[in-house]
């Protein structure tokens, strides 16, 4: 069983059951499939997670990279829909 820690909450969980960001060499994709390689944070699928990540630039450090408005509405729908 595969856990990783969520980027907001610091909680550790299944990975199956957070949000997965990871920064490729030329882009960010939200919960690419396994064969994507790169730098990767997770988050719940929870309001409060995802809000605080996005408010405190926290995806941004541990990425290093900045997020786009787009990919900050991905995160929100997958909210809706997670």
Known sequence: MAERQCVSCRQIKDRKNLIKITKTADSVVLNPDSLTFGRS???CYNKSCIET???KNKL???LKTKISEELKGQLLNEL???
């Open 41 to 43: 944070a997770y988050l």
């Open 53 to 55: 990540a996005l408010k």
């Open 60 to 62: 941004d450090k541990i």
């Open 80 to 82: 809706r829909n997670g």
